[in-house]
């Protein structure tokens, strides 16, 4: 049975830093107040409005998690049947899921107010009542882009020419691992274990465009599976396939790499535990102590914005 705790357990990932070096307010949000937000009752309404928010998803947000749902999919069907999707099954399946967002969000807002897990809510139009049609027809074209550009990667051509002598690494979305005791949370969208090669792969499929970000998320992905199959760096290869130009890109590290990696998440930790008005409990500061950005341009696509407007 689901424990319901006063406080949040502590943990790192990689989304939750950059949260904190965006924003600490944000990062208070997302991470602390948010918390038993899912419960109807014995909570504080104030909790319940921030998991709200939480649960908004920007198009790009909502587009690339729906991309990687039917890639996912797309794989496990074809490791199962033998049978790759078409394109335009593919595109149906997604623009299925797009078009039951943008119900939910017009139609269904009370519905979504009273259980947000259960329904879409799409962040552009909770704040501006629409979608630009602009932005409707960009994303109609995109699918057809990243699914075809899917459909043609080295990966996938992999996948249906080697699918005897590849080892799937295990299924489950979120992963983790212990670093100083400490649950680092690790998501990798694919990985496994080529028998001909003796290799470890990694690859992240990107349904935006390339980012400083990129190298920095894919290190930790390296240490995560060096740590957990107990290979040294030479047996693993680490690839970025971006969806929407079907570039391919190999990335090559170091141990210099994995210090530094480890070095970012102490660095971090300590920052987190800045926030900390209990370590051993994780209660946090109040709202108040968790400073908002500088940076106004943060502040544009943030799901919070609505909160701190009213303070």
């Not at 499929?205 to 060096?226: F, H, I, M, N």
């Amino acid at each position: 049975m689901f424990d319901i705790t006063p406080y949040p357990t502590f943990s790192w990932s990689l989304s939750r830093h950059k949260t904190l070096t965006s924003c600490a307010r944000k990062y208070g949000y997302e991470y602390y107040f948010s918390h038993n937000g899912w419960l109807s009752y014995n909570v504080e309404p104030f909790h319940q409005h921030v998991y709200r928010l939480k649960k908004l998803q920007s198009m790009p947000i909502l587009f690339g998690q729906i991309v990687h749902r039917f890639i996912e999919q797309a794989i496990n069907d074809y490791l199962q049947t033998g049978k790759p999707p078409s394109l335009e099954e593919l595109i149906h399946w997604a623009r299925g899921q797009l078009n039951a967002a943008f119900v939910d969000s017009t139609r269904h807002f009370e519905l979504w107010r009273q259980k947000p897990t259960k329904y879409y809510m799409m962040q552009e139009i909770y704040y501006n009542g629409m979608l630009n049609p602009e932005l409707i027809q960009d994303y109609k074209e995109r699918l057809r882009l990243v699914f075809n550009h899917f459909l043609m990667s080295e990966t996938f051509r992999q996948i249906t020419a080697q699918k005897g002598s590849l080892r799937i690494g295990e299924p489950e979305q979120f992963r983790s691992m212990k670093i100083d005791d400490i649950q680092v949370f690790v998501v990798m969208d694919f990985h496994y274990y080529d028998e001909l090669t003796d290799k470890w792969v990694i690859v992240d499929w990107k349904t935006g465009s390339e980012s400083d970000d990129d190298r920095q998320q894919l290190a930790l992905y390296a240490y995560y599976v060096q740590q957990k199959y107990r290979v040294s760096l030479e047996q693993i290869e680490v690839y970025n396939e971006y969806l929407l130009t079907g570039k391919r890109k190999k990335y090559v590290f170091t141990d210099i790499d994995m210090d530094n990696i480890l070095y970012t998440f102490q660095r971090s930790v300590l920052e987190m535990k800045k926030y900390q008005a209990d370590i051993f409990s994780n209660e946090p500061l109040d709202i108040e102590d968790f400073e908002q950005t500088l940076e106004k341009w943060h502040c544009r696509g943030c799901n919070f914005r609505e909160l701190c407007e009213q303070i």
